[in-house]
């Protein structure tokens, strides 16, 4: 069983990283990363566990369907190929290859 400062620590995570995630993407389009996503559903889902116990069955309803919106299966396959390039030297480089000890005998 989860005890109230835990409670208020687990909303205090929650509010402090929805703000992060605002600030963040405030301005542009972004995405949440894998991380991010399993953090706030397992601290929507403790938040929810906390609610069931001490009987608001509403509240922890609405936590758990939203940790489960946040619940991402983990795609843990080999990475799939994709068509890479080489970025452009720098410069041209001129390279000499001829020797320098003047004209041998060996004609071979």
Known sequence: MICVTARWRLTLDLLSARLLVWAASWGRDAALTPEAHAYFCDRYSRLAAYH????????????????HEHHRPDHSGP??????????????????????????DDAA
């Open 79 to 104: 990475p799939y190929a994709a068509a890479m390039a080489m970025p452009r030297p720098v410069r041209f480089i001129r390279t000499t290859a001829v020797s320098g000890r003047g004209p041998g």
């Open 52 to 67: 069931r116990a001490k009987g608001r069955l509403h509240r922890a309803a609405r936590l758990e369907a939203k940790a």
